[in-house]
């Protein structure tokens, strides 16, 4: 009887996969199909929930991060974020020390930070723009290699 109670678990877990597709209980199926696999082989309950909690747990840590990074690689980045990785040119002196900097990007001024403490870059360098923080652009003249 136990086997039943396994497949019907698995049968909902895929169901709601499949209904939502954000990877939140493919790896829960996956655990479901092998304890349903010891249930048919006689097994007794206590395997069957090890198994299942074990197998969960493998799929979840080993598995989750590829399908994370190779699942919606396509997702555009919106707003603000899409500002890394672009170039900006210095309007006003970037100097962490004196606390002053503004860059142009798209045609917008933004207060600008350099990624390096003591990297001073005057007006007319171009730089690029590694992260955001606040309102603030931090910002090195080195080029990320993608």
């Known amino acids: 009887?136990?086997?039943?109670?396994?497949l019907?678990?698995?049968v909902v877990l895929v169901g709601i996969e499949i209904?939502?597709?954000?990877l939140?209980?493919?790896?829960?199926?996956?655990?479901?199909?092998?304890a349903f696999v010891a249930a048919i082989f006689g097994a007794?309950?206590?395997?069957?929930?090890l198994v299942f909690v074990v197998i969960s747990f493998i799929?979840?840590?080993?598995?989750?991060?590829?399908?994370?990074?190779?699942?919606?690689?396509?997702?555009?980045?919106t707003n603000v974020d899409s500002l890394i990785g672009k170039d900006a040119r210095v309007?006003?002196?970037?100097?962490?020390?004196?606390?002053?900097?503004?860059?142009?990007?798209?045609?917008?001024?933004?207060?600008?930070r350099s990624e390096k403490e003591d990297a001073v870059y005057p007006e007319g360098t171009r730089v690029w723009i590694r992260e955001?923080?606040?309102?603030?652009?931090?910002?090195?003249?080195e080029k990320e290699e993608a």
């Not at 009887?1 to 396994?6: G, K, Q």
């Not at 209904?19 to 954000?22: E, F, I, N």
């Not at 006003?92 to 933004?110: D, L, P, R």
């Open 44 to 49: 007794p309950v206590p395997v069957q929930l």
């Open 24 to 34: 939140t209980t493919i790896w829960f199926a996956g655990g479901a199909a092998l």
């Open 8 to 10: 019907i678990a698995f």
């Open 19 to 22: 209904m939502t597709t954000a």
């Open 91 to 112: 309007t006003a002196e970037v100097n962490n020390e004196k606390e002053t900097g503004t860059v142009s990007v798209q045609g917008q001024e933004w207060t600008a």
């Open 1 to 6: 009887m136990a086997a039943i109670y396994w």
């Open 59 to 77: 799929l979840l840590f080993l598995t989750r991060p590829l399908a994370v990074r190779y699942i919606n690689t396509s997702t555009v980045k």
């Open 132 to 141: 955001i923080q606040g309102v603030k652009l931090i910002v090195s003249d």
